[in-house]
């Protein structure tokens, strides 16, 4: 079945600094959406990207889809960045296969 | 607009006991998911209503687990008997129909079964 792995597990990063976050899925992608689970666990919606790039603010996103992988960018890092980052696909049958996250923390 | 809610925040149930779920998707989304965190494994899909009708229930764990969605507005998802290995977080999630399915995530449920 449909697979999602992300790297790194972990990052700890200065406030101030850049990360990238890496998603690749084994299938073809339908929907991919990034979410940032914040430390009070709630789910924020990120980007809806299954192809292309977007940005919003600090973040972006760029997914490849011919390639199979999806980049999360963080600029200009700040403390309540802190979480765990997760991407999320699904085939036709909407149903969202997650990976098991990149959690962040960010230190003043 | 409200965004997906879900009642309690927190339950801490023995074994074998009943537990009730709801979750108010956003108004006028069709699409309502149920997922769950086990902790340290990846979240995983449950089920998927469309307005009332179960589309696909292909993650529910065992019939202990029990989803409903009259009137296709809120569910409730029952677990009877709760067993140990069913502690998590439960979240829901709505979206509309359309091309682009991005779901909208409730703050979740953190049911532990003691």
């Known amino acids: 079945g449909i697979q999602v792995e992300q790297s790194p597990p972990d990052l700890i990063l200065q406030e101030g600094a850049n990360s990238t976050l890496r998603c690749n899925f084994s299938d073809s992608v339908n929907n991919l959406q990034w979410f940032h689970q914040n430390p009070w666990g709630q789910l924020i919606n990120l980007f809806y990207i299954p192809s292309g790039t977007k940005q919003n603010g600090r973040l972006s996103a760029t997914t490849v889809a011919t390639e199979r992988y999806s980049l999360l960018y963080i600029s200009s890092s700040q403390t309540t960045d802190s979480g765990v980052y997760f991407c999320a696909h699904a085939g036709n049958n909407r149903k969202l296969i997650w990976g098991l996250g990149t959690s962040l923390g960010v230190n003043p | 607009e409200a965004g997906v809610t879900q009642f309690p925040s927190h339950s801490v149930i023995e074994k074998g006991q009943t537990v009730t779920l709801r979750c108010d998707p956003i108004s006028g989304h069709d699409n309502l998911y149920w997922y769950r965190r086990v902790m340290g494994k990846e979240i995983k899909f449950l089920l998927h209503f469309v307005k009332e009708s179960k589309q696909d229930e292909s993650g529910m764990p065992n019939n202990r687990f029990l989803a409903e969605r009259t009137g296709g507005t809120y569910s409730t998802l029952k677990v009877q008997p709760a067993e140990l290995e069913d502690s998590g977080v439960y979240f829901c999630?709505?979206?509309?129909?359309?091309?682009?399915?991005?779901?909208?995530f409730g703050p979740g449920t953190r049911l532990t079964v003691l």
């Open positions: 999630a709505s979206s509309q129909w359309g091309p682009t399915d991005t779901q909208y």
